[in-house]
């Protein structure tokens, strides 16, 4: 049997939590009236006993996109979780946008300057992104994956500010960011990407 096994993704076997993941995207499917209490009893048990990502696909196929079944987790490069990626500037303009990869630590350090990360096309490489970022003085615009969580915690003294638009609690399987540091004086904007130019489109970036 190769790595990745003889029928491909699909016949990976699942862990607890992926079947404890699919479970709650059937309880919040019932909840909304998209699927009846019978059915999501039969999907609940059929979910409990999958051994495969293959079992558990069907359950959420005809659920909205977004909601299936995770995939299989990427394989990070040996010591992906203590791999730290550093941007610095002093007065000037930090960007990251497309398709960029993203270690389980990110460290920012751009006072008085413009900061500017997407992370909607990044490949993340652990499932919580640890970003510390300094903007003191400065201006941090982050652009979240749809559906992924934020916990923030800086330092917002002398006048800084904080404004985030998305859920703080973690829902995997969405990225979930742990956010310190410090925007004294500055401020920090962390947001899905927006339909509408109200944010001077610079998310609007794909």
């Known amino acids: 049997m190769t790595a990745d096994g003889a029928g491909g993704p699909d016949a990976m076997r699942a862990s607890d939590l992926d079947r404890e993941q699919v479970a709650e995207i059937l309880r919040q499917a019932a909840t909304e009236g998209r699927i009846t ?32 079944v995770p995939a299989p987790a990427r394989q990070p490069g040996a010591g992906a ?7 610095r500037a002093k007065a000037g303009s930090i960007a990251r946008r497309g398709n960029w990869e993203v ?37 941090a615009k982050i652009v979240l994956p749809d559906g992924a969580t934020a916990a923030i915690n800086v330092d917002t003294s002398w006048f800084g500010d904080v ?44």
């Open 81 to 87: 979780v203590d791999r730290t990626l550093e941007l």
């Open 37 to 68: 209490l019978d059915e999501l009893d039969e999907r609940l048990d059929l979910a409990y006993r999958a051994r495969t990502y293959g079992d558990l696909r069907p359950l959420t196929a005809d659920l909205p996109a977004g909601r299936g």
């Open 103 to 139: 270690p389980g630590r990110v460290v920012v350090s751009n006072p008085y300057g413009e900061t500017r990360l997407n992370f909607r096309e990044a490949t993340l490489l652990t499932e919580v992104v640890d970003l510390e970022i300094t903007a003191s003085w400065g201006d």
């Open 163 to 206: 404004d985030s638009r998305v859920p703080e609690r973690p829902a995997p399987p969405a990225p979930h960011f742990r956010i310190t540091g410090a925007v004294k004086g500055g401020a920090l904007r962390v947001r899905y990407k927006t339909r509408f130019d109200d944010w001077m489109g610079w998310d609007n970036w794909d």
